[in-house]
C-alpha cells in the first residue's frame, strides 16, 4: 500500500465501494450532506473546506444567502457528516482596516500548519484575489494580508513548509468568469511576501481543455504529494466541472510526476447536474486516515449543495500512474 505520511483519523466518513461499482472514486449514498437551504436565510451551501479539529471536525462554509451575496461561515461537527454552521457569517479580526475591506469571500480551504489552521479564500479586493486568516478555535479569526495582486482564485496550502518555506499552489485568473487557467506555485518566508513562482500544470484536452485549478490540500505519500484538481470543459451549453489527480514531486512540487488522463469524478448525479450552476463537481477538502488509506472528499454539486466521496489511497494513485499523461 502506497502510505499517507500523516495522522491516523480512524473516524472519518466511510462507505465501502457498492458492489459492481468500478470507479477509483464512488459517492457517499446519503449526498448530498449538506443541502441549500440548512441557514434560514441560505440559498446555497457549496465549495466548503473540513478539518480534524479535538475530538472531533471544524469547518468553513461557503453560504450564499438568499441576496445572494458570498460569504463564508464556520461550522462543526461530531461525525463530519452533520454539520452545525454558525448562521453569521465569520468576522475577521484585523489590524489593517485596508485588508479588513472586501466584497466577497467564497471557495475556501482549510489547512493544519505547525501551531494553526490557515484559511484562504477568494476574496474581493478590487478584483478576486487570496483573502488569509487564521485561526485556533474557529471562533476568532485574524486575516492578513492577502496573497497576491487581483487576479486569483483557489489558494491551496501545502500542509508542512517546504524547503523551510510556506508554500501554495493558486490559479491566476481574471475579473470575470474565468474562460483560461494554469495552477502555479508560490512560497513565502513568513506567510506576508510570496515570490520563487513556478509553473505546475495548464489545461490540455478533453475534460480540462478550459482551465485547471488546484482542489483539496495535498496529501503527502510516499509517491509525492497527492493533488486532487478541477479541470473544465466547455461544452455547447457551457462549462462542465470535473475531479482529476496528479502526483507532484515532493521537494519541487511544481514539478508534476504523474496526471490521470481520465477523470475521477464528473457530474451525473441530478444534485451534481441540477442547481445554481448545472454540471458541476467542485473538490475543496479531503480526510484522509494513514492507516487505512481511506480518503473521504468533499466536494460542491452544481454549486448548490456540498457532497462525499471516497477512494483508496493506493488505489488512486495507482489509477493515476497507470493512466498518465504528460
Request: glycine share 8%; with cysteine.
Amino acid at each position: 500500500m502506497n502510505t499517507i505520511l500523516g495522522p491516523d483519523l480512524p473516524n472519518i466518513p466511510w462507505e465501502e465501494r457498492p458492489a459492481g461499482d468500478r470507479n477509483v472514486m464512488w459517492r457517499y449514498s446519503g449526498n448530498p450532506i449538506i443541502k441549500r437551504d440548512q441557514l434560514a436565510d441560505s440559498n446555497s451551501i457549496f465549495n466548503s473546506a473540513v478539518v480534524p479539529f479535538g475530538d472531533g471536525y471544524a469547518g468553513v462554509f461557503r453560504c450564499d444567502n438568499t441576496g445572494r451575496f458570498m460569504r463564508i461561515h464556520a461550522g462543526f461537527s461530531k461525525d463530519a457528516v452533520k454539520w452545525d454552521i454558525n448562521p453569521q457569517p465569520i468576522h475577521m479580526q484585523c489590524e489593517d482596516a485596508e485588508i479588513g475591506k472586501f466584497d466577497y469571500a467564497y471557495d475556501p480551504r482549510v489547512c493544519f500548519l505547525e501551531d494553526r489552521y490557515y484559511v484562504t479564500w477568494c476574496n474581493g479586493y478590487h478584483g478576486p484575489t487570496i483573502g488569509m486568516a487564521w485561526t485556533r478555535d474557529f471562533v476568532t479569526f485574524h486575516q492578513i494580508e492577502n496573497a497576491f495582486l487581483p487576479f486569483n482564485r483557489n489558494g491551496v496550502m501545502f500542509p508542512r513548509k517546504i524547503n523551510g518555506r510556506f508554500a501554495m499552489l493558486s490559479r491566476p485568473s481574471d475579473n470575470g468568469h474565468t474562460p483560461f487557467g494554469d495552477i502555479f506555485f508560490s512560497e513565502s518566508p513568513d506567510m506576508k511576501y510570496w515570490g520563487a513562482h513556478r509553473h505546475v500544470m495548464s489545461p490540455r484536452g478533453s475534460w480540462q481543455s478550459t482551465k485547471i485549478g488546484p482542489g483539496p490540500i495535498p496529501i503527502e505519500t510516499s509517491e509525492g504529494w497527492l493533488l486532487i484538481y478541477h479541470g473544465v470543459l466547455t461544452s455547447c451549453n457551457g462549462f462542465v466541472y470535473h475531479v482529476g489527480a496528479a502526483l507532484l514531486d515532493i521537494d519541487e512540487p511544481w514539478k508534476v510526476l504523474y496526471r490521470t488522463e481520465p477523470y475521477i469524478l464528473n457530474p451525473r448525479e441530478t444534485y451534481e447536474c441540477v442547481g445554481d450552476v448545472p454540471n458541476v463537481v467542485f473538490p475543496c477538502a479531503t480526510l484522509s486516515d494513514a492507516a487505512t488509506g481511506r480518503i473521504a472528499m468533499y466536494y460542491g454539486g452544481a454549486d448548490t449543495v456540498t457532497c462525499l466521496a471516497f477512494a483508496q489511497v493506493d488505489e488512486l494513485i495507482a489509477f493515476t500512474k497507470e493512466n498518465s499523461v504528460l
